[in-house]
């Protein structure tokens, strides 16, 4: 079993679409909690970033980490053409030292004009 | 100006081969990482530096020997190449590894061996 689970998808939404992406992961001990997106042919670039439980909004992003379900969550609001893309959810201990982050396989988006 | 900059963008080469793949980062940063991606776009930690010392090594073969002359520079050198070497290789920085959640990734280095 992977240590992060996400749905690989693909994802098929029409324009002004709400959109819910989802990760559940196995380690407990995990403290930040990211989101980053990654268009075709790109690297991925950071979109969120959450330090243990609770809320973040970032104009039509809200992301939201359950620790006691091992779950965290992405939305994305009146979601756009250029939302299109592959979004990564990653975790890490935080207090390592080694800068490691454990990635979901990725959530393939398409939001259709 | 790039952030992180990795070369060459493409690279085709036939099994046995050896290759090198260069990074640079612009950006100040301690921490230097090299990711793998496979087709079905699972990025997976190979490789973490930090001020040009080897801080991770994630059960990758020997046949890849990261290289960091400086901290703003890692390279990766990949001797007799394989074909389950195919992949998208990631570059990317941090300022600390306790920061790791400040990543930048460079654009990525396509693989493909033939």
């Known amino acids: 079993q992977k240590e992060v689970e996400q749905d690989p998808g693909p994802l098929s939404v029409p324009e002004g679409a709400i959109v819910s992406l989802n990760c559940t992961y196995s380690n407990s001990a995990f403290q930040y909690f990211m989101w980053y997106r990654q268009y075709s042919r790109k690297g991925p670039e950071l979109l969120m970033y959450t330090y243990s439980s609770g809320n973040k909004e970032d104009g039509r992003f809200t992301a939201q980490v359950d620790k006691s379900s091992k779950y965290i969550s992405l939305f994305i609001r009146d979601s756009q053409p250029s939302d299109s893309a592959t979004y990564l959810c990653?975790?890490?201990?935080?207090?390592?030292?080694?800068?490691?982050?454990?990635f979901g396989q990725g959530t393939t988006l398409q939001v259709k004009p | 100006d790039t952030a992180v900059s990795q070369t060459p963008k493409y690279l085709v080469t036939q099994m046995g081969n050896d290759k090198s793949i260069k990074c640079e980062q612009n950006?100040?940063?301690?921490?230097m990482y090299w990711y793998k991606q496979d087709s079905k776009k699972f990025l997976k930690i190979m490789f973490s530096y930090n001020n040009k010392e080897l801080i991770i090594n994630e059960t990758v073969p020997n046949r890849f020997s990261p290289k960091s002359p400086d901290k703003a520079h890692l390279n990766l050198h990949i001797n007799s190449l394989e074909l389950g070497d195919s992949a998208v290789y990631f570059c990317?920085?941090?300022?600390?590894?306790?920061?790791?959640?400040?990543?930048?990734f460079g654009s990525g280095t396509r693989l493909t061996v033939v």
């Open positions: 990317a920085s941090s300022p600390s590894p306790e920061r790791d959640y400040g990543y930048t």
């Open positions: 950006l100040g940063h301690d921490t």
């Open positions: 990653a975790m890490t201990y935080g207090s390592s030292n080694t800068g490691k982050l454990i």
